[in-house]
């Protein structure tokens, strides 16, 4: 045990990615109608550096928000590159305090004629009511749940080592969300079950992403670089956003334009089930169970598919339990992968077509 929870901690020091705004933007987009009135928590966001604090921040007025918080941990690694913040007696050694923020209003304290972030910078400077410090900003600490319970929405880039339990807190708070996640996330025990009974599901945007890291990073022979200034990143092909939110997309219908033939959709040897091994691929008028990519979900609409299950280790979490055990075929291991002749084949996610087309 002792080993694990220090090949843990190992890890969680390599989980600073910071978020580019542009990418905040282009996914944020998406939701704005969700926050009108709303109180919004950013809750793994050093006010230094992070970029969702920013956006919030700067759309205060425009999203029509009821209040704005912000919280980092204690030990933050990075010191503000764009919003040098004079936190009166803690400014010798900012990036060692828990920081909190709580905005309930943004103005045009400088008179120019528009918000942006000389105002919010001359706001946290100026009104000391606004910044305060936590023991540890942990967000598994009770002061941070305190500050999760007066919140609505809760819109970050949290821990990537920490994800089964930070989506597990805001799934017991009965919480709103965006956070950013990867497609390994999906299979999780933890987080697959809310998928499949669309209590969550993926954001607009998946796929590459590039976020700034801390100095202290290694360097890596892929996806890795720095730029002119000396800045390092590090990119990931695999990055979801995750949410209970409501967006367009997930009401689209996916068009289906094959048909389908044994030869083109072979069964598998242990469920019973046929391979469907791209997305774009799904026939119209199949009406059993199919296998696609993970990557489906992005394309999921709950109106046109049903979840049946997951390939993989369902038995321990897949609450349509009864339902994949009258697909698999005996013989085979409990929690194994789909076989086809033999061969074995990548984790799937196992859909039915609520509609198909009638031949």
Not at 20 to 45: A, G, P, S
Not at 273 to 289: C, K, L, R, T, Y
Request: proline share 4%; aromatic share 14%; with cysteine.
């Amino acid at each position: 045990m002792a080993n694990k929870n220090l090949n843990a901690a190992k890890t969680a020091k390599k989980d600073e990615f910071y978020t580019q705004m542009t990418d905040i933007e282009r996914e944020l987009q998406h939701y704005w109608k969700h926050f009108r009135d709303k109180v919004v928590l950013c809750n793994c966001d050093d006010p230094y550096e992070s970029n969702f604090f920013k956006y919030f921040a700067l759309r205060f007025n425009q999203l029509g928000l009821k209040k704005l918080i912000c919280t980092c941990y204690n030990g933050s690694p990075v010191q503000g590159n764009e919003l040098m913040i004079d936190f009166g007696d803690f400014t010798d050694e900012p990036k060692k305090i828990a920081y909190k923020v709580e905005i309930t209003e943004v103005k045009d304290l400088n008179g120019d004629g528009a918000v942006d972030l000389s105002d919010v910078q001359y706001l946290l400077k100026n009104d000391k009511n606004v910044i305060g410090t936590l023991k540890t900003g942990d967000f598994r600490d009770p002061e941070c749940f305190e500050l999760l319970k007066q919140s609505d929405i809760v819109v970050t880039n949290p821990p990537f080592s920490l994800f089964r339990e930070y989506i597990g807190q805001l799934i017991a708070y009965e919480k709103k969300f965006l956070i950013i996640g990867n497609q390994n996330n999906i299979t999780y025990k933890e987080v697959f079950p809310l998928l499949m009974n669309n209590l969550v599901w993926l954001g607009y945007k998946s796929g590459d992403m590039a976020f700034r890291v801390p100095e202290d990073y290694e360097a890596r022979e892929t996806r890795y670089w720095q730029d002119e200034t000396g800045q390092k990143w590090r990119s990931l092909g695999n990055i979801c956003w995750f949410t209970n939110l409501d967006h367009t997309k997930r009401h689209e219908e996916l068009d289906l334009i094959c048909r389908y033939s044994p030869e083109e959709y072979p069964h598998y040897d242990n469920y019973n089930a046929i391979e469907v091994s791209h997305v774009q691929d799904i026939p119209s008028d199949f009406s059993g169970v199919m296998g696609v990519p993970v990557t489906f979900l992005d394309k999921y609409n709950p109106d046109q598919f049903e979840i049946v299950g997951l390939t993989e280790r369902n038995e321990d979490y897949n609450l349509n339990a009864e339902d994949i055990n009258k697909l698999r075929i005996p013989g085979f291991t409990k929690y194994d992968r789909p076989y086809i002749k033999g061969v074995r084949k990548y984790a799937r996610i196992l859909i039915r077509n609520k509609h198909p087309q009638k031949i």
